[in-house]
């Protein structure tokens, strides 16, 4: 079992709708939680960052963590086609290592 | 705020040489941590320094090391490269690397032929 898991993709979404990323993980004492987006070529941009249960919004976006069931989802409202990208889940482990997700390819249709 | 900076962006190495990647982190951030990016593996953690200490180490052979100035600023070493260490590398800045968020630099691309 790999300790962060996310469905590869590709994820198409059209334009305007809710974009909807899962992230499983196996390690119980993770702490901190990370959503990064990576366009092609470029390093990976911080979306949101969560550590308590339920749900943190920001803008467009907002993250929801459950521990018990060790999950956490991304959520997209009103897809744009910028937002377009690879997203990265991130899970802290212990301290100062974050150990991801291969990533999960998203595609927004006009 | 400045960001976090990685030099350079780019290089191009031999089989057998070493080479040497820096990263500023932002300022007031104490943690730094750089991590290894392939198409095939994804994303890799490779160590993390904080206070010119190394908290925590990935599983890569000791070839790669690295180290931090009382500044922050952290450099990585590989040396005897071999073509399989061609990636992007990343540095990530974390005012603690706890339970704080951590940030990319734009990376350094290291092509080994």
């Known amino acids: 079992q790999k300790e962060v898991e996310q469905n590869s993709g590709p994820l198409s979404v059209p334009e305007g709708a809710i974009a909807s990323l899962n992230c499983t993980y196996s390690d119980r004492g993770s702490q901190s939680f990370f959503w990064y987006r990576q366009y092609s070529g470029k390093s990976p941009e911080l979306i949101m960052f969560i550590y308590s249960n339920g749900d943190k919004e920001d803008g467009r976006f907002t993250a929801q963590l459950n521990k018990a069931s060790q999950y956490v989802s991304l959520l997209i409202r009103d897809s744009q086609p910028s937002d377009s990208a690879t997203y990265l889940c991130a899970v802290r482990q212990g301290a100062q290592k974050l150990v991801f997700g291969q990533g999960t390819r998203l595609t927004i249709n006009p | 705020k400045a960001g976090v900076t990685q030099t350079p962006r780019y290089l191009i190495k031999t089989r057998g040489q070493q080479v040497t990647l820096s990263c500023s982190p932002i300022?007031?951030?104490?943690?730094v941590s750089w991590y290894q990016q392939t198409p095939g593996q994804g994303l890799q953690f490779l160590f993390e320094?904080?206070?010119?200490?190394?908290?925590n180490k990935g599983n890569f052979p000791g070839r790669f090391s690295g180290r931090q100035f009382s500044n922050s600023r952290s450099e990585m070493n590989v040396s005897t490269l071999e073509l399989g260490d061609s990636a992007l590398y990343l540095c990530?800045?974390?005012?603690?690397?706890?339970?704080?968020?951590?940030?990319f630099g734009q990376g350094t691309r290291l092509t080994v032929v």
């Open positions: 990530a800045s974390s005012f603690d690397g706890l339970n704080t968020e951590a940030f």
């Open positions: 300022s007031g951030h104490r943690s």
């Open positions: 320094y904080f206070s010119e200490t190394q908290r």
